[in-house]
C-alpha cells in the first residue's frame, strides 16, 4: 500500500532555514506531480509548490525566491528548501503525490500527515 511521509520540520527563528523531505513507498509504477501544501490555523490548505514529472514547478507567489522545490524520482522523493523563514511560513506542511501504483488502476492523489513548521524567535 502506497504511503507517503513527510520529515524536517521544526522550530526555527525568524531569517532561518529548514529542508523538508517527503517519500512515497509502495509498489509504485510512476509518479506525476508532487507538491507542498501548507495550512495555517483558521486557514485553508494552500498550494505552497509542486513539480511535474518533467520537472515543472509552480510556487505561491508568498514563496518565490525563498523557497526550492526539487524530486529525486529515483527516491520517490520531493523536497523544499525553505530560506528566510517568517512567521507567516508558520503552518503545518502537507506532501502530496499522485501515484500510480498497484493500488489502483489510475493515478491517485496520496496526501502525508503533515510535518509542523514553526517560525518563531
Known amino acids: 500500500q502506497v504511503q507517503v511521509v513527510e520529515s524536517g520540520g521544526g522550530l526555527v527563528q525568524p531569517g532561518g532555514s529548514l529542508r523538508l523531505s517527503c517519500a512515497a513507498s509502495?509498489?509504485?509504477?510512476?509518479?506525476?506531480?508532487m507538491g507542498w501544501y501548507r495550512q495555517a490555523p483558521g486557514k485553508q490548505r494552500e498550494l505552497v509548490a509542486d513539480?511535474?514529472?518533467?520537472?515543472?514547478?509552480n510556487y505561491a507567489d508568498s514563496v518565490k525566491g525563498r523557497f526550492t522545490i526539487s524530486r529525486d524520482n529515483a527516491k520517490n522523493t520531493v523536497y523544499l528548501q525553505m530560506n528566510s523563514l517568517k512567521p507567516e511560513d508558520t503552518a503545518v506542511y502537507y506532501c502530496?503525490?499522485?501515484?500510480?501504483?498497484?493500488?489502483?488502476?489510475?493515478?491517485?492523489?496520496?496526501w502525508g500527515r503533515g510535518t509542523q513548521v514553526t517560525v518563531s524567535s
Open positions: 513539480i511535474d514529472s518533467g520537472g515543472r514547478i
Open positions: 509502495g509498489t509504485i509504477f510512476s509518479i506525476y506531480a
Open positions: 502530496g503525490a499522485d501515484i500510480l501504483s498497484s493500488d489502483h488502476a489510475t493515478g491517485t492523489w496520496y
